[in-house]
Every structure is written in structure tokens, then in C-alpha cells.
């Protein structure tokens, strides 16, 4: 360990210590290379207790957004095989005569498209095939465009998008587009059972998206009662979620969405992240711009394409990164923030809900990480 980092190490150790989250994988890059990495804790903590490792793989739950359907999303539009500012549903049909069919592949990445933050479409669709459909009948609030309002119907819309340009499925063009060409070995969708025991264990059960859904009474606004009882539902897992998407929508997907579904460790979001700075391997430089402009003025939440900008008030990036720098979040713990100037990537990996939810300040967390980072960082360049 380089001292420089210690108390990175020592911060992450109290944080285990104190239940936020069971083990920890970081990695902290500068000018395209690691300058630290490490793993703490568990990796699983029931039925048995496994020791979290550099090679253990996380479940990045909404990561996926930006570095599966974003990138991929960018990297079609030079192609030439879409237009940002054209309208979603010049590709999605089911989207016509709608309300939703003058939203553009522009609104759906910077969250401003209005459509509502979420909605368990297992319980609307008999498959994977049907979710554009539903979303088609969710709720849409036109009034509050161009102000972001982070929903993850607009990410499941835009891996439709990719897959019906592309004539294959979002986990088959990542890999041809994305995993291949960076030689990743630890990324893909829907992990095979024989990964298991490298893997990150998340929540025991469905307790918390149950409880929202009963919560948001969503079973009783279905338009067919009948439809619950068809539908192979998240809801219904009892067991360790263990290997496979933590999130509901995702799981009903095939553990294929553009929402979430990707799994990867800390090393391989670097190399990904790094593709969204000058010097990408995939993205031509003045694509790149897309990433620090926000394209939402105005409100609360500054959004580029793809990521949220540190100039977002109160946002996990913390005080030490620069109001152009970049990032997300993934609800099972995970984070990447980017300083696009310095070639900067911070990448911190949990599995903060396992083995179940609980609200333990995990903002504050990633907001400490990455100061500690920034200092480490500045105190080398000494």
C-alpha cells in the first residue's frame, strides 16, 4: 500500500466496521494508469463468509447506464446508425401515438424526457419483449422537461433503442462493442452459475423493492390483476440474491437491461471509465465534450449525456472534484466519478445491501472517498 493512501484503507476499514457495507474495491487512476487499488472485507457475508478480492465481481446495478448504454448510445450516433436529437420512437414504434412520442434519444439520456422514476414492469409485461409496450402507458410529466428527473425507464428505452438498430441483444453488442475490443475478462452480463463464488453477494430476498411496490400501491393501478400471476416475478425471490441482477426490472429482463444487469470489478470499470476521457479507444476526442456540458440548466440535477455533473448541489462526488467532473452511482453500492481535465477515475465497488437494504449515509461515503482520493492524489504530486 502506498502511504499516500492509508487513510483511504483506514476509512474504508471504519466504514465495514460500522455495517454501511460488508467489504470494499476501489481503484484510483490518474493519466491512464492505477496509481492504487486494493479490496477489504467480504464479498459474502451469508451463508458463508467469503473475503473480498481485487478479482471479486460486483453487481454495478445503474453503472450500467452510462457505461454500457451510454457509451454504446455515443458510439452508434458517429457511426451514423442514430441521431441524439431524433425521436426515440422513430425507433421504438410501440412508442407512436403516444405521449412518448416526441421524447429524444437526447432527453432519455440526460433524464429529462419526464417519464416517471420508475415502475416494476414485471407486473405489466408477460416478457421481455412487452416492457416497451408498458412503458408506453407510464406516467409522463411534460411539464417538468428540460428539469432532470432521474428515471430508469428512460436507460430501459435506450438499450431497446441500441438492440433494435444493432439486431442483436444489448449483452451481445457490450461484448462485441465494449468488452471485446478493451479485453475485458470480468464484465459481462448475467454471470454463469460456475462464477458464483467470485461474485458479491447483494440482498437476501426482494424485501425492499417489495415494500416499494406496496408502498407506491403499483398492484393496484394494473390494468389486469391476472397479468401478477402470469409474470415470473422478482418479487417472489426469497432466496440469497447471489450472481444474478439485484435489480427487479433487470432480472425479469433476462438480467439484460440498459438500466442495470452489468457486473464487472473495480479494475474493469477503470478501463471503461477511461473510455469517456481524451485518449478513449472507442469514442473519438470530440465526442467527449457530451460528458461535461450539462444539458439541464436550471433545476436541481446537472446532467450530461449519461452521468451527473459534480455541480449537482450536495451530489457523491464530493467537495474536492471540479464542477465539470462526472459520475454515478449503482443502488447496490457502487460509484465512478471522473475528473476529465486531470484524467482522474475514482472507482469504489460494495455491496452495500447485502445481506439486506439499510439507509446508513452511503452518500457521505462516496463523498469521503473521493475527497480522500483527491488529497492522496495531490499530496504525491508534492
Same mark, same amino acid.
Given at each position: 500500500?502506498?502511504?499516500?493512501?492509508?487513510?483511504?484503507?483506514?476509512?474504508?476499514?471504519?466504514?465495514?466496521?460500522?455495517?454501511?457495507?460488508?467489504?470494499?474495491?476501489?481503484?484510483?487512476?490518474?493519466?491512464?494508469?492505477?496509481?492504487?487499488?486494493?479490496?477489504?472485507?467480504?464479498?459474502?457475508?451469508?451463508?458463508?463468509?467469503?473475503?473480498?478480492?481485487?478479482?471479486?465481481?460486483?453487481?454495478?446495478?445503474?453503472?450500467?447506464?452510462?457505461?454500457?448504454?451510454?457509451?454504446?448510445?455515443?458510439?452508434?450516433?458517429?457511426?451514423?446508425?442514430?441521431?441524439?436529437?431524433?425521436?426515440?420512437?422513430?425507433?421504438?414504434?410501440?412508442?407512436?401515438? !403516444?405521449? $412518448?412520442?416526441?421524447?429524444? #434519444?437526447?432527453? =432519455?439520456?440526460?433524464? *429529462?424526457?419526464?417519464?416517471?422514476?420508475?415502475? %416494476? /414492469?414485471?407486473?405489466?409485461?408477460?416478457?421481455?419483449?412487452?416492457?416497451?409496450?408498458?412503458?408506453?402507458?407510464?406516467?409522463?410529466?411534460?411539464?417538468?422537461?428540460?428539469?432532470?428527473?432521474?428515471?430508469?425507464?428512460?436507460?430501459?428505452?435506450?438499450?431497446?433503442?441500441?438492440?433494435?438498430?444493432?439486431?442483436?441483444?444489448?449483452?451481445?453488442?457490450?461484448?462485441?462493442?465494449?468488452?471485446?475490443?478493451?479485453?475485458?475478462?470480468?464484465?459481462?452480463?448475467?454471470?454463469?452459475?460456475?462464477?458464483?463464488?467470485?461474485?458479491?453477494?447483494?440482498?437476501?430476498?426482494?424485501?425492499?423493492?417489495?415494500? !416499494?411496490? $406496496?408502498?407506491?400501491?403499483? #398492484?393496484?393501478? =394494473?390494468?389486469?390483476? *391476472?397479468?401478477?400471476?402470469?409474470?415470473?416475478? %422478482? /418479487?417472489?425471490?426469497?432466496?440469497?440474491?447471489?450472481?444474478?441482477?439485484?435489480?427487479?426490472?433487470?432480472?425479469?429482463?433476462?438480467?439484460?437491461?440498459?438500466?442495470?444487469?452489468?457486473?464487472?470489478?473495480?479494475?474493469?470499470?477503470?478501463?471503461?471509465?477511461?473510455?469517456?476521457?481524451?485518449?478513449?479507444?472507442?469514442?473519438?476526442?470530440?465526442?467527449?465534450?457530451?460528458?461535461?456540458?450539462?444539458?439541464?440548466?436550471?433545476?436541481?440535477?446537472?446532467?450530461?449525456?449519461?452521468?451527473?455533473?459534480?455541480?449537482?448541489?450536495?451530489?457523491?462526488?464530493?467537495?474536492?472534484?471540479?464542477?465539470?467532473?462526472?459520475?454515478?452511482?449503482?443502488?447496490?453500492?457502487?460509484?465512478?466519478?471522473?475528473?476529465?481535465?486531470?484524467?482522474?477515475?475514482?472507482?469504489? /465497488?460494495?455491496?452495500?445491501?447485502?445481506?439486506?437494504?439499510?439507509?446508513?449515509?452511503?452518500?457521505?461515503?462516496?463523498?469521503?472517498?473521493?475527497?480522500?482520493?483527491?488529497?492522496?492524489?495531490?499530496?504525491?504530486?508534492?
Amino acid at each position: 500500500m502506498n502511504q499516500s493512501f492509508a487513510k483511504i484503507h483506514a476509512f474504508l476499514k471504519s466504514e465495514i466496521a460500522r455495517g454501511t457495507f460488508p467489504g470494499a474495491q476501489f481503484v484510483i487512476g490518474e493519466r491512464g494508469k492505477i496509481i492504487e487499488d486494493a479490496a477489504l472485507g467480504f464479498a459474502v457475508l451469508t451463508p458463508e463468509r467469503i473475503a473480498a478480492t481485487t478479482e471479486t465481481i460486483y453487481d454495478l446495478a445503474s453503472l450500467t447506464k452510462p457505461l454500457v448504454t451510454t457509451l454504446l448510445t455515443v458510439k452508434f450516433s458517429e457511426r451514423g446508425l442514430l441521431d441524439l436529437h431524433a425521436e426515440a420512437s422513430r425507433y421504438l414504434e410501440e412508442l407512436l401515438g !403516444t405521449d $412518448k412520442q416526441a421524447m429524444t #434519444l437526447q432527453e =432519455l439520456l440526460t433524464h *429529462t424526457s419526464g417519464l416517471e422514476k420508475w415502475r %416494476p /414492469l414485471y407486473l405489466e409485461a408477460r416478457s421481455r419483449n412487452d416492457v416497451v409496450a408498458a412503458i408506453s402507458h407510464a406516467a409522463r410529466d411534460t411539464k417538468s422537461a428540460p428539469v432532470a428527473v432521474y428515471s430508469d425507464l428512460n436507460f430501459i428505452l435506450l438499450g431497446f433503442v441500441l438492440e433494435r438498430v444493432a439486431g442483436a441483444r444489448l449483452d451481445v453488442i457490450a461484448h462485441r462493442e465494449i468488452f471485446e475490443p478493451l479485453n475485458l475478462r470480468r464484465t459481462r452480463f448475467h454471470p454463469p452459475p460456475e462464477l458464483k463464488s467470485q461474485i458479491a453477494a447483494t440482498e437476501l430476498g426482494q424485501m425492499h423493492e417489495r415494500a !416499494t411496490v $406496496k408502498a407506491e400501491k403499483f #398492484l393496484c393501478r =394494473l390494468p389486469d390483476k *391476472t397479468l401478477i400471476e402470469k409474470s415470473p416475478q %422478482p /418479487l417472489k425471490r426469497k432466496q440469497l440474491i447471489w450472481g444474478e441482477a439485484h435489480d427487479g426490472n433487470a432480472y425479469f429482463m433476462d438480467g439484460v437491461a440498459g438500466h442495470a444487469g452489468l457486473f464487472s470489478t473495480a479494475r474493469e470499470v477503470w478501463v471503461i471509465a477511461n473510455q469517456f476521457l481524451p485518449g478513449s479507444q472507442l469514442l473519438k476526442s470530440e465526442s467527449l465534450k457530451y460528458f461535461s456540458t450539462n444539458y439541464s440548466p436550471g433545476g436541481s440535477n446537472d446532467r450530461s449525456l449519461g452521468w451527473m455533473l459534480a455541480s449537482t448541489s450536495d451530489c457523491s462526488a464530493g467537495k474536492r472534484l471540479p464542477p465539470e467532473a462526472f459520475g454515478h452511482n449503482g443502488f447496490t453500492g457502487t460509484s465512478v466519478w471522473l475528473d476529465g481535465e486531470r484524467k482522474r477515475v475514482f472507482v469504489l /465497488l460494495t455491496n452495500r445491501v447485502h445481506p439486506q437494504v439499510r439507509d446508513l449515509g452511503m452518500k457521505q461515503a462516496r463523498q469521503q472517498f473521493n475527497s480522500l482520493a483527491v488529497e492522496a492524489l495531490e499530496r504525491m504530486a508534492q
